[in-house]
């Protein structure tokens, strides 16, 4: 068996042990350089996990205080819908779901607070469904909202893993936009009707309980053919949510891949 060692050329041993040594010295300096910031910016990093501890806090006596939670004995339809996507979903702890006053909005979202997870239904939302009879919509937008607690979209670290790609010019608006198209498919193919879904977004755009059984998908998605070219990618590219024209036919065009 040969002897590597023995065999090595010198130089590249010289080269060696003054690369090791260089490299020693900028791992030490690197590590000195981490534990210097870490020491300088404890307490800032304190002071912010005590800001959004205080912040949860007043979010839960804003929440608690002022709109109605869901649960077995409160709006069991709604919890069930909840509860049964959770599972689905593969979630840990089922996310609080509160209806609150929407004062004229028709809008849902998804917040975490530290650990806690939170879906809020406004109220003109869950009218608009709900009074039609449309259980299957308003479970589309639910799902939406639980889906972004699944995908990760609410999660403290990986939003700040990847908070300096944000400097990136419009970088970080797209990254949402791509979110709430994620959030769609998963409300899709939890409720696993394509029309209920495409209709819940376009109830949500409308607004109207009146008008809403009056719907036409077909007709509503070709209105995205008379967008102007330079002023929808200028309305786009600052937008934190896609047109719901594009949101309407992505989950159609998804619905046709899942129906082959």
């Not at 020693?24 to 300088?40: D, I, K, Q, S, T």
């Not at 609080?96 to 406004?122: D, P, R, T």
Request: hydrophobic content about 45%.
């Amino acid at each position: 068996m040969k002897n590597v060692h023995v065999l090595r050329h010198e130089k590249e041993k010289n080269y060696y042990t003054f690369m090791m040594v260089v490299s020693v010295v900028v791992w030490l300096l690197c590590l000195v350089g981490v534990l210097a910031a870490l020491v300088f910016c404890l307490p800032l990093i304190l002071i912010g996990l005590f800001v959004s501890w205080l912040s949860s806090q007043y979010f839960k006596a804003v929440v608690f205080g002022n709109s109605i939670q869901v649960n077995e004995k409160q709006f069991p339809e709604i919890d069930r819908i909840v509860r049964d996507f959770s599972r689905e979903l593969g979630l840990s702890r089922i996310p609080l779901v509160f209806v609150e006053n929407g004062n004229g909005s028709v809008n849902a979202f998804a917040v975490k607070m530290l650990s806690k997870k939170y879906v809020i239904l406004k109220s003109d939302l869950v009218d608009l469904m709900l009074r039609r009879g449309r259980t299957d919509e308003l479970a589309m937008i639910i799902g939406h909202e639980l889906a972004h607690h699944a995908a990760g979209h609410t999660a403290f670290f990986r939003n700040l893993a990847i908070l300096p790609g944000r400097i990136i010019p419009f970088l970080g608006a797209a990254y949402g936009r791509a979110c709430e198209l994620t959030a769609d498919r998963i409300g899709y193919a939890l409720v696993g009707d394509g029309r209920a879904a495409q209709n819940s977004l376009i109830a949500v755009a409308l607004g109207c309980q009146s008008l809403a059984d009056r719907i036409d998908i077909e007709r509503f998605a070709e209105q995205e053919r008379e967008i102007p070219g330079l002023m929808g990618f200028v309305h786009k590219i600052f937008s934190s949510h896609p047109r719901m024209t594009r949101r309407v036919i992505e989950i159609s065009e998804f619905d046709k891949r899942q129906s082959k």
